[in-house]
């Protein structure tokens, strides 16, 4: 049976920005080689809640993202001019990937920032209109677009430079490229991922790693927001230590000095831990980024399952149209055939009729194999491009993990000592009443 492909390649594995590490990625990103951001400068600078009517002419609220673009060259020279910007809602966003997905089919899209906040601790609001949840959606989706900036075949892509610098008809671009005929449905893949009869190992090992990478990091992210609720309860009731040291104060002439310091240490340790959270949530954004990234790994496993079951389905074809005609040749028949029974019923065929399904068996053996080698070639194409695509995403994936698991490292660590400081500064209190 026919088979997509023979490279032997290793299988997978990355995180992302903050805002004040937002500089650091550009410049990270442009070491990558050829790409948009050497040319370009591009950050989504603010974001700004706006009303208007949709579709159905409904009254709605929506969020737009100011998109702003310079030269990177004038950077470098020490110029400022003023950046190019435009505006652009979310669902332009969702536009834009959906027609990377379709026309880059073996690269693994670099994903959105969720549309609604999931794995969030008990005081953090999910609403998708609360100014902390669009700030960290703005830096999301700069992320985005830098990821794709950044991508050596991405990058060169016409509809995403129309994107990031016209503020009309980018939309009736990207329509007029047919990306949405060209898109897979949902049952056409699934059928193809129970039909297809030899997958690559490779794949199904990726496609394995990608369920499991998934697992690992949502469970990693309820961990996460069941320890920042105790880690909230703990920082606040520090407080209740503040006001029982003020009321404690107040009752004592030599030790009062000592208590009333001592407590206001506690209260700013139980206050400091909104901030501490805060922090945290960038974190918490870059495992998320990987989640996602595991379903586009995913999405890139399931196109070539496609491919595979469409290449395997023209080989029977072509398989079964050649048995015809040797059976025809021939004159005999396959025990038990559809034909057998008709040759029965009816008689056997006149030497005229024999001609003439041999030369229409012919034609279409001859398209048959046209298709056969252009399967073959598609296939083994999306092989080659994509396993390369995978192993850039594998070096990605495994620095940006790596750095962003030390940085939540070092911030908790840094909050440990400022703990241990704010203990140390009561014991000093104590020691002067």
């Not at 410049?27 to 603010?46: F, H, P, Q, Y």
Request: glycine fraction near 4%.
């Amino acid at each position: 049976m026919a088979d997509c492909g023979s490279e032997e390649v290793a299988v997978i594995g990355n995180t992302d920005i903050t805002d004040e590490e937002s500089q650091d990625n550009k410049n990270n990103m442009m070491a990558e080689g050829s790409c948009l951001l050497r040319k370009m400068e591009i950050s989504v600078a603010e974001a700004e809640k706006r009303t208007g009517k949709n579709a159905v002419n409904m009254q709605e609220t929506y969020t737009v993202y100011l998109i702003e673009t310079r030269p990177a060259d004038s950077v470098t020279e020490g110029h400022n001019p003023v950046p190019d910007s435009l505006w652009r809602r979310y669902s332009e966003f969702e536009l834009l990937r959906n027609y990377l997905l379709v026309t880059y089919p073996f690269i693994v899209i670099p994903p959105l920032p969720e549309k609604r906040a999931e794995f969030v601790w008990h005081k953090l609001s999910a609403d998708n209109m609360d100014p902390d949840f669009v700030e960290r959606r703005r830096i999301g989706l700069e992320n985005f677009l830098l990821r794709v900036a950044s991508h050596p075949v991405l990058s060169s892509d016409k509809i995403f430079f129309l994107f990031l610098t016209e503020e009309n008809g980018w939309k009736e671009a990207v329509f007029e490229t047919g990306f949405l005929a060209k898109s897979d449905s949902r049952l056409k893949a699934l059928n193809a991922t129970f039909r297809v009869k030899n997958p690559d190992k490779r794949f199904s090992e990726l496609k394995h790693y990608s369920d499991e990478l998934q697992s690992v990091t949502s469970q990693l992210l309820r961990v996460r927001a069941r320890v920042a609720d105790r880690l909230y309860g703990v920082y606040k009731v520090h407080g209740n230590y503040g006001r029982v040291f003020s009321e404690w104060s107040a009752i004592e002439k030599e030790m009062g000095d000592g208590l009333q310091s001592a407590g206001h240490h506690m209260d700013a340790y139980a206050a400091s831990v909104d901030d501490i959270l805060e922090e945290e949530e960038h974190y918490a954004d870059q495992l998320k980024e990987y989640l996602f990234y595991a379903e586009a790994v995913k999405a890139v496993c399931r196109k070539h399952e496609l491919l595979q079951y469409e290449l395997e389905t023209a080989s029977q074809d072509l398989a079964s149209k050649k048995q015809q005609q040797e059976e025809l040749a021939a004159g005999t028949v396959r025990t038990f055939s559809f034909k057998g029974m008709t040759s029965k019923l009816f008689g056997q065929e006149t030497p005229e009729q024999r001609e003439a399904k041999l030369k229409v068996l012919e034609e279409q053996i001859k398209e048959g194999e046209v298709t056969v080698t252009e399967k073959t070639l598609e296939c083994e194409e999306f092989v080659k491009n994509a396993w390369k695509d995978i192993e850039r995403f594998k070096e990605q994936k495994d620095h940006d993990l790596r750095e962003a698991l030390m940085s939540y490292a070092v911030m908790q660590i840094s909050m440990c000592k400022k703990g241990i400081q704010v203990w140390t500064n009561a014991k000093e209190c104590f020691s002067k009443m």
